[in-house]
């Protein structure tokens, strides 16, 4: 119940695609949503994050999604650049700590040229 | 993230040995947070502290990791008899008091091998 299943596991897109990642998740008590962007060699670096009482939150060229009967949630990247090209991992959390993350497989995006 | 300084980088030790990694949140931050990434895997949870106190261990293996966060100094992650197995990033996260808005910020890591 505590897992946050993601996919797809890798993505490859064109520079100028909408790359899409999606998340599932079970536990109801989830209601912080981040997304983080890591590149090889360095930390986790937050996104975009959401929360359950919205169902889209848009940052510059990130946009989260968020359907809270499904219990799912997703990442769009609009126009995307060669320098997206990472790792990118959705998580939850919940509670009183926000720092306790149940992260996600994680998708590794290549963005071509 | 810049601001939760690990140290070292890069760690090389041989099985039977002890590692200590060390944490810095960002300053005003009085929470932290350690993980553990697996090649070609996500994030795990292992323990949450705050200064003087353990909050939440519940992702920590039984033996011979512990983990500290001193009233002065550093967080620090002590892992004893290290094993192959334990070859992993470890990465520290630092968050203000918990809130509505207390999101965790997280350090370059500590690369781990074990040789």
Same mark, same amino acid.
């Given at each position: 119940?505590?897992?946050?299943?993601?996919?797809?596991?890798?993505?490859?897109?064109? @520079?100028? =695609?909408?790359?899409? *990642?999606?998340?599932?998740?079970?536990?109801?008590? &989830?209601?912080?949503?981040?997304?983080?962007? %890591?590149?090889?060699?360095?930390?986790?670096?937050?996104?975009?994050?959401?929360?359950?009482?919205?169902?889209?939150? @848009?940052? =510059?060229?990130?946009? *989260?999604?968020?359907?809270?009967?499904?219990?799912? &949630?997703?990442?769009?990247?609009?126009?995307? %650049?060669?320098?997206?090209?990472?790792?990118?991992?959705?998580?939850?959390?919940?509670?009183?700590?926000?720092?306790?993350?149940?992260?996600?497989?994680?998708?590794?995006?290549?963005?071509?040229? | 993230?810049?601001?939760?300084?690990?140290?070292?980088?890069?760690?090389?030790?041989?099985?039977?040995?002890?590692?200590?990694?060390?944490?810095?949140?960002?300053?005003?931050?009085?929470?932290?947070?350690?993980?553990?990434?697996?090649?070609?895997?996500?994030?795990?949870?292992?323990?949450?502290?705050?200064?003087?106190?353990?909050?939440?261990?519940?992702?920590?293996?039984?033996?011979?990791?512990?983990?500290?966060?001193?009233?002065?100094?550093?967080?620090?992650?002590?892992?004893?008899?290290?094993?192959?197995?334990?070859?992993?990033?470890?990465?520290?996260?630092?968050?203000?008091?918990?809130?509505?808005?207390?999101?965790?910020?997280?350090?370059?890591?500590?690369?781990?091998?074990?040789?």
């Amino acid at each position: 119940q505590q897992q946050v299943k993601q996919s797809p596991q890798s993505l490859i897109v064109q @520079k100028g =695609g909408i790359p899409i *990642i999606n998340c599932a998740y079970e536990n109801t008590a &989830f209601d912080y949503f981040p997304w983080y962007q %890591q590149f090889p060699g360095k930390g986790p670096a937050l996104l975009i994050a959401i929360r359950p009482d919205v169902s889209e939150k @848009k940052e =510059g060229r990130f946009t *989260i999604s968020f359907n809270k009967s499904a219990k799912q &949630f997703s990442l769009h990247i609009m126009d995307s %650049q060669p320098g997206d090209s990472a790792t990118y991992f959705c998580a939850a959390a919940g509670g009183t700590s926000y720092g306790k993350l149940t992260f996600g497989q994680g998708t590794i995006l290549t963005v071509h040229p | 993230n810049a601001g939760v300084m690990q140290n070292p980088r890069h760690l090389v030790r041989r099985r039977g040995q002890e590692a200590r990694l060390r944490c810095s949140p960002m300053k005003g931050h009085s929470h932290v947070y350690w993980y553990r990434q697996l090649p070609e895997e996500g994030l795990k949870f292992m323990v949450y502290l705050q200064k003087e106190n353990i909050i939440d261990e519940s992702g920590m293996p039984k033996e011979r990791f512990s983990a500290e966060f001193p009233k002065e100094g550093p967080s620090i992650l002590r892992i004893q008899q290290v094993v192959r197995g334990d070859s992993a990033a470890y990465f520290c996260a630092s968050s203000p008091p918990p809130g509505r808005n207390t999101e965790a910020f997280f350090g370059q890591g500590t690369r781990l091998t074990v040789v």
